[in-house]
């Protein structure tokens, strides 16, 4: 997988999907499975720089990116003076910089300073555009239909409606596709490992989207196979560790993966984060999380 910044020349002939693409939902892997059909090396435009935090990083969208079958990256910095950039010199600096064969975007999509482009007039100015009606999934409370973007997968993950959230981004390869937290294990205070619970750390990108502070059930991807887990995500009171961590305790795990990348993906809410009156208390409710773990059969 090649990657490039949003003006460099790029002549390898492709089928681009067109968007911001913090990640991938469902609705974007439709504009992918569109620009597969082109028999074409597979480009897609992602944004950074943008308000709030992101949905998945640099580095964990090119692991999705990877996965998913994409060939070519196109990263736009979301600048002052790409915000400012017309609709008409937005298309320009593409089709001067792309070999874009067939481009492919949600019907709304748009460009340009002001928002100001639309998908009709991409394809007032492209010779093969293929325009995909917006992605919808039906909720089981409220039985209503609703669309799947950005807005609303950041929206469940800040209310920890992570269930709701994987539902508008899983495929079969959960792996490949659920929400995740990537980051390289550090050392921590080894606190755990005395009282039977050994724990891997992670310090959470500073522009992460994370989910509300809090203990939750999961699973981990690591170097050294997959495992169940459950995590702390926030500060350790019962330690008086005030900084903003993610520990998580692997079940059936041993040994030790210091320096190596792993994937998180938190997936059921268990309880708030709590000060427990001693080391004793905490082991106790670990087991009770772990109790559950097991039950849930991650």
Do not use: W
């Not at 915000?83 to 999509?109: K, M, N, P, W």
């Not at 999934?137 to 973007?149: D, L, N, P, Q, T």
């Not at 001693?278 to 087991?287: G, N, P, R, T, Y």
Request: with cysteine; charged share 25%.
């Amino acid at each position: 997988m090649l990657t490039y910044a949003f003006g460099e020349k790029i002549a390898k002939p492709c089928a681009l999907v067109l968007g911001g693409l913090d990640g991938l939902h469902l609705g974007h892997r439709v504009l992918l499975a569109e620009a597969k059909k082109a028999g074409l090396s597979v480009a897609v435009t992602t944004m950074f720089g943008g308000k709030g935090k992101a949905l998945f990083t640099r580095a964990e969208r090119e692991f999705l990116f990877a996965r998913a079958g994409v060939d070519i990256v196109i990263e736009i910095a979301f600048t002052e003076q790409f915000q400012s950039t017309s609709a008409e010199d937005f298309l320009a600096v593409l089709f001067r910089t792309i070999d874009a064969r067939e481009l492919v975007c949600g019907e709304d999509f748009r460009f340009g300073r002001g928002a100001e482009g639309t998908a009709q007039l991409l394809k007032r100015y492209a010779n093969v555009v293929h325009i995909q009606r917006t992605v919808k999934r039906r909720s089981e409370e409220s039985g209503r239909a609703r669309k799947i973007s950005t807005t609303s997968c950041k929206a469940f993950l800040k209310a920890g409606d992570l269930p709701s959230l994987n539902a508008c981004l899983e495929t079969e390869d959960f792996y490949g596709s659920a929400y995740f937290v990537q980051g390289e294990v550090e050392h921590g205070r080894e606190v755990g490992r005395t009282y039977g619970f050994p724990t891997l750390n992670l310090t959470p990108p500073p522009e992460k989207l994370l989910p509300p502070d809090g203990v939750y059930g999961g699973l981990c991807r690591t170097p050294k196979g997959n495992y169940a887990m459950i995590l702390n995500i926030g500060a350790r009171p019962t330690f008086g560790v005030a900084e903003r961590k993610i520990e998580a305790y692997l079940e059936g795990f041993s040994g030790d993966l210091y320096g190596e990348t792993v994937q998180i993906y938190p997936m059921e809410f268990y309880r708030p984060i709590e000060r427990f009156s001693s080391a004793e208390a905490l082991k106790a409710q670990l087991e009770a999380d772990i109790a559950r773990l097991r039950k849930n059969h991650f």
